[in-house]
């Protein structure tokens, strides 16, 4: 029994590193001028089946080297007394960590121009949540900024000092439905 436990441990470890190498061989691009990497990825070739079968295939950048730069947040206003009013800001840092990927992805899809739907949709839900009265108009604006690259690395007391040139562009009106 002891012998069959061992066997198996082993056969674990020896997958888990096939696993890892072959993902990390599989997501190797301009490689041109480092030897090594060179020779892993011509054997791209043995592992690309398995790489296919398990849908690893999408050769994200595993390590990130160039994440991305716009930060983007949805404003929901609120017409009072004939001006706008922001009620909540959807974003990053008020949204529950379990609840974060949904949202944010819902927010991402929303800012697109044909999706008129799914922002009255998610309009109509706000109002749901938060109990706000029928006929009481509501706007939704996407606001954005895109965080600079450079060449070279910037001291901390230039990122201390940098502001973002937020910019802003109102996806819809609508006015909120009756509460069930």
Known sequence: MT???????????????????STFMY???????????????????????????????QRWNLFSPDPLRRVIEMDFDQKIDGRWVSVFTL??????????APEL???RRMEDEKMLPLQERYMFDFCRRHRIPEGTQMR???RWHVIPRHLTTQSIEWWRNWEPQWKDIELMQTTCPPLK
């Open 140 to 142: 939704i604006r996407k």
């Open 105 to 107: 992805k819902i927010m």
């Open 27 to 57: 997501s190797l691009y301009h490689v041109e001028g480092v030897p090594v990497l060179e020779w892993l990825y011509n054997k791209r070739t043995h592992i690309r089946p398995y790489i296919l079968a398990t849908s690893q295939w």
């Open 3 to 21: 012998f069959l436990r061992r066997l198996i441990k082993v056969a674990i470890a020896l997958f888990v590193v096939f696993h890892i190498s």
């Open 91 to 100: 974003n990053q840092h008020n949204v529950t960590w379990w609840q974060r």
